[in-house]
């Protein structure tokens, strides 16, 4: 399967726990985009990252959420001291990004954070 | 500021009708332009995309319309099937390698047989 692949599926932390979602891009795909869809709600922006780079960080919120994507591995979205609010599914995506063809990119399943 | 809006939160379509759904946006450096759907639990699927250099895409039974001077595009869904029913995402972009994928707020379709 050369898709992209997130884990955990689902998760569930108690509040003040750190939780760690990964994300491994489709092969050939060098950027990875973090996106959170909240209950009822629709796909928000986080973090576009490239290996080793942050491209965009506006959509993430200031405080216990980072994202990295190392030259080797997967990247990681972490939330530390967790919150009820934090709950929701998390969405990543990849793209190649070669040039000025249109960015279409491609999502994994998701994790799913529960936060009890 | 929402820079993507789909409206209609959600539509009903007889099976074998045409679906039409409706996106709108605000910002004209965007430069491309996808529309996405969703069934529960699972991530979102790419459809179909256009450039803004076009006025229409299509692929199969999906036909995706762009007019560029009213910032509006369309999803074209003909005949629909009861598969169809999901969550539909549109999303926009901009044309450098730094710009982000902006989504819209969904419309969920229900085909009815």
């Known amino acids: 399967n050369a898709g992209v692949m997130q884990n955990p599926r689902h998760l569930v932390r108690r509040r003040g726990q750190e939780a760690r979602l990964r994300c491994s891009p489709m092969k050939g795909h060098s950027h990875v985009y973090w996106y959170r869809q909240l209950p009822e709600e629709g796909l928000k922006f986080m973090v576009y990252l490239q290996k080793e780079n942050i491209i965009d960080e506006s959509g993430m919120p200031k405080e216990r959420f980072s994202a990295e994507f190392p030259k080797e591995g997967p990247s990681i979205l972490r939330i530390q001291q967790v919150v009820r609010g934090d709950s929701a599914a998390y969405f990543c995506?990849?793209?190649?990004?070669?040039?000025?063809?249109?960015?279409?990119?491609?999502f994994g399943e998701g994790s799913w954070l529960t936060v009890v | 500021d929402q820079q993507v809006k789909q409206n209609s939160p959600s539509l009903s379509v007889q099976e074998g009708r045409i679906s039409i759904l409706n996106c709108d946006y605000t910002?004209?450096?965007?430069?491309?332009f996808l529309w996405y759907k969703k069934y529960p639990a699972e991530g979102p699927t790419f459809l179909i995309s256009i450039s803004s250099i076009k006025d229409k895409n299509e692929d199969g039974r999906f036909t995706v319309f762009l007019n560029k001077s009213a910032k509006h595009l369309s999803l074209h869904i003909v005949p629909s099937q009861p598969g169809d029913s999901a969550v539909y995402f549109c999303a926009a972009s901009g044309a450098t390698s730094y710009d982000k994928v902006i989504f819209g707020p969904g419309t969920s379709l229900s085909v009815i047989p």
């Open positions: 910002n004209s450096m965007f430069d491309y």
């Open positions: 995506a990849s793209s190649p990004r070669q040039g000025s063809s249109g960015n279409t990119i491609y």
